[in-house]
């Protein structure tokens, strides 16, 4: 039996930048906006290199970026990538990336953003974009960027629950879950399931994904 809800984005911009009310400060602002838009629930979070990040277990979309300073990524979310628990809470997270920076895309894509993708191999990243200065200015970089983010999303979405079944047990498990969890457990099993090749949700399942990710 296949359960198909569409469900709401639980988004969390991850972010950080040495200038306070800056190009990036706003940027994310922005983009906070657009996303709300979609009906997506967001919140933002600045990065600190020794920061805790369990927090991000209750979102599944990790929207992350900074700007670049002196050729690299900007220090607390680098940091907070190699030496925080923030890569063990992003398993099994989606991801969209952005920097901002003063070098035009081409040279950004291929300088940039692999300081960051490097860390996020087995993640899935639904979109990219780089913010050089003439798009930090245009409402319209934003837009395409949620809008690309937001398909991407909806098609991830789509692709799973065509391709997950949840046996009439499993199913009633989660029916059993308050309905402002349920959701989220249903993304942490199915997540927890694909990435072990599992194409069918079994109460064993849902008690493996329990113990493993700590949903539910
Ligand atoms: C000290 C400093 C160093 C910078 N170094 C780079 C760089 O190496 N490459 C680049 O593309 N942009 C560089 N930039 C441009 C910034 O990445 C860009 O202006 C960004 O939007 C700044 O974000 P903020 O306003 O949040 O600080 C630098 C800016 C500053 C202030």
Redesign the pocket.
Known sequence: MTQATQQQMRAVILYD???SG????KLIDSIGRELAKTGAYVEKARCKATGDYSFIQDFDVVIMGA??????VSSQLLGALIQSNLKKYLRRKKIALFL????PEP??TLL?LPQLKMHLVRNRILTEKI?A?QQ?SDPEAVESFIEELSEAYKKDTRRRNASMQWTDEALALLDAIPSFFRNRIKIATEEYAEEMGYREITIEVVEEAKAETGAL
């Open positions: 930048s040495r200038t800056g190009s990036t400060d700007p670049i300073y002196y050729l690299l901002t920076c003063g070098s040279m950004a940039y913010f200065p930090l």
